[in-house]
């Protein structure tokens, strides 16, 4: 089956809102090359949206999920529980960076997981207002949606949104974190009175928002915040955690702690299974019932997230990740003398991103974004967007990606920037 007759196809049979980035089909993919159906190799930067650290179809995961696929595939945890469910929670809260003892419930997809963190914060606190940020992302179910810090596409025509959700601004090359606090303060005087707000939810750094990454005195500070009102503060680490940012999660990369986490992404190594975990007296609060979902904790996907903690621990890709970002972040610092429209190399381990300007102007530059996307794609090098402006490269390898390959890589992203 040939890519155009399968576009044809797509055209017809799926609607318009379901965007697709690339005009070719997967038929194969190892690590971090995937292969489409007219045979042509890529090399995936793009990692399923952050999905595949592990990369695609590590041998460990792989075996993990048919040794399970012999057993059983669902029984629904909630009807007929299985013991992989609670060994992968009691994994999980034993790594977590939450203070005291921990539980996790999991659920299947990311959005589902942020659902659940408010409910749970609200279930808690019994209170219902939540704060988020801008350029967050959260999710694309209506509660997600709102507290997603980005219009277009996300919001589009989708309203009215969930009462009682706020936003503070990000801090960023244009705010700082005492403008960002300052911001959240005046919204307990305009808005919401702090002793209704449940929660205040941030990724340690955004995704979807432009790999923004969270200063350390802003954690402190909403730490403080939180700790001050009765407020739950809640990382949202479905694409920084499991090593991209170097660390197991992003925010071991702060003083502070989290009262709720949410994961996602690359637990399952390719698998969808989500979760939340948190201070076990805030887990508790909902009523037997009040939690979970039919595929919620599928047996397959525990299996595969349970071999992706093993791989991630065996191969020490915490210290990979932070040496490929290292490299990564150095070519393109090497590169601004030769490409002015660089304005920011940012990132954590290899949670790195790079944005573009308009050298004349100094304004976000999409479409030299896209332009270099196009480029890389024609040798082989599929990369991903992001940003409120779309100006942002991301990148999002597999963890596990050969040295060899990975060099490729950054010789064909080099060109296509200079381009």
């Known amino acids: ?28 993919a190892e690590n971090a090359t995937l292969w489409d159906a007219e045979g042509r190799e890529y090399i995936d930067f793009a990692g399923g949206i952050a999905v595949l650290n592990t990369g695609h179809l590590h041998p460990k995961v792989q075996a993990a999920v048919a040794a399970q696929l012999q057993q059983f595939t669902h029984t629904a945890y909630q009807i007929v529980p299985y013991e992989g469910y609670v060994a992968l929670a009691e994994r999980i809260n034993a790594l977590a960076p939450i203070d005291g003892p921990a539980k996790t419930a999991f659920f299947t997809t ?34 997600g949606m709102a507290l997603t810090g980005k219009v277009a596409p996300y919001k589009l025509s989708f309203g009215p949104m ?53 200063p350390p005195e802003l954690m402190r500070e909403l730490r403080r915040v939180c700790d001050e009102h009765g407020i739950l503060l809640i990382a949202d680490e479905v694409q920084t955690g499991f090593a991209r940012t170097g660390k197991l999660f992003a925010m071991q990369h702060h003083d502070v702690k989290p009262d709720l986490m949410t994961i996602a992404k690359s637990l399952g190594g390719g698998m969808p299974i989500s979760g939340v975990v948190g201070r076990a007296e805030v887990m508790d609060a909902p009523a037997p019932g009040g939690l979970g979902g039919t595929y919620a904790g599928n047996a397959l996907s525990v299996a595969a997230a349970l071999a992706v903690l093993d791989v991630i621990e065996e191969e020490q890709l915490c210290a990979r990740s932070a040496q490929l970002g290292e490299q990564l972040m150095a070519r393109l610092n090497g590169l601004r003398a030769s490409v002015p429209g660089i304005a920011d190399v940012r990132g954590l381990g290899s949670m790195v991103a790079v944005e573009l300007v308009d050298p004349a102007t100094g304004k976000p ?33 597999p963890l596990t990606i050969p040295d060899a390959q990975f060099a490729r890589a950054l010789d064909i992203l080099s060109a296509a920037l200079q381009g």
């Open 1 to 28: 089956m040939k890519n155009q007759e399968l576009n044809t196809r797509r055209a017809q049979a799926t609607p318009r809102g379901v965007g697709v980035m690339c005009d070719f089909y997967a038929v194969r």
């Open 110 to 143: 990311g959005a589902e997981a942020v659902e659940n963190a408010v409910k749970i914060a609200r279930s808690y606190t019994g209170r219902s207002g939540v704060i988020a940020f801008g350029g967050a992302f959260h999710g694309r179910t209506l509660l």
């Open 162 to 214: 969930p009462a009682e959700i706020f936003h503070a601004p990000f801090p960023g090359a244009d705010v700082t974190v005492a403008e960002s606090i300052k911001a959240l303060e005046m919204l307990f005087k305009t808005d919401i009175d702090p002793k209704r707000v449940a929660a205040i939810i941030l990724e340690p750094v955004q995704g979807e928002g432009g790999f923004n990454v969270a």
């Open 365 to 397: 530059d999409a479409q030299a974004v896209q332009r270099v996307q196009q480029a890389a794609l024609k040798q082989g090098l599929i990369l991903l967007s992001c940003g409120v402006y779309g100006n942002v490269l991301r990148f999002l390898y």
